[in-house]
């Protein structure tokens, strides 16, 4: 079974700063899929970026970009020029897509506070 | 487009009752999925359904909480009896299983409160 660990609970930063969230999972797999998911206080879930394993270049979506190191098991995720709007909860989440399991395994979030 | 549409987005109900939350998958999409998310526990997959068959229902806390998917259109989840701890929110997701970016888009869940 696969798992997702995120060791911050909170953080909490100044608007236009840039701030990195950690994500590391744990799996026996090769190729699979890492997401980053946001969670406003509307609780709608919003796919922020996703990232193939086979892919050694990180993904990048306008502010958000991924640290991707899969030896290390690793995924995190960086917010530029952080905007209030960035406030939020903020899931990692692994998939694969073998032995009949395709639901995503989450983390338990990390919530970001962007400070005016 | 329409996304995936969730009814009731919020149910209060008395221990005992039957629950019955709905979801309408985004169409063309063939693989549902449900999840329930609390403080405690934070997002776990109950159930999910490929092509109108539910493949993985590992998730499903108890007897007491049953899936079904009558066509490609709709879903339901049901709880009977319901219990005070059965209060969270539940999301209904969806995608198209087979394409390359494996996304998955949410409902914007049902918020249910057992008393």
């Known amino acids: 079974a696969q798992t997702v660990t995120q060791s911050q609970p909170e953080m909490s930063v100044q608007e236009a700063e840039t701030v990195t969230l950690s994500c590391t999972y744990d799996t026996s797999e090769n190729n699979y899929y890492l997401f980053w998911y946001k969670q406003p206080p509307s609780r709608q879930m919003i796919l922020v970026i996703r990232?193939?394993?086979?892919?050694?270049q990180n993904a990048t979506e306008n502010r958000f970009s991924v640290n991707f190191q899969k030896a290390a098991k690793s995924f995190s995720l960086k917010i530029s020029d952080s905007q209030l709007g960035d406030t939020a909860m903020y899931f990692c989440a692994f998939f694969y897509s073998g032995g009949g399991a395709d639901g995503l395994t989450f983390g338990k979030g990390t919530h970001l506070i962007i400070q005016p | 487009d329409a996304g995936v549409i969730q009814s009731p987005r919020h149910e209060v109900t008395e221990m005992g009752q039957e629950v019955t939350l709905r979801c309408k998958p985004i169409?063309?999409?063939?693989?549902l999925f449900w999840y329930r998310q609390t403080m405690m526990r934070g997002l776990e997959l109950l159930i999910y359904f490929n092509n109108n068959v539910p493949i993985d229902d590992s998730g499903m806390p108890e007897d007491r909480f049953s899936a079904k998917m009558p066509n490609a259109s709709f879903s339901t989840l049901k709880i009977q009896p319901s219990e005070p701890r059965d209060s969270a929110v539940y999301f209904c997701?969806?995608?198209?299983?087979?394409?390359?970016?494996?996304?998955?888009?949410f409902g914007p869940g049902t918020r249910l409160t057992v008393l």
């Open positions: 997701a969806s995608s198209l299983r087979g394409r390359a970016r494996n996304e998955q888009f």
């Open positions: 169409s063309g999409h063939n693989s």
């Open positions: 990232q193939e394993a086979y892919k050694q």
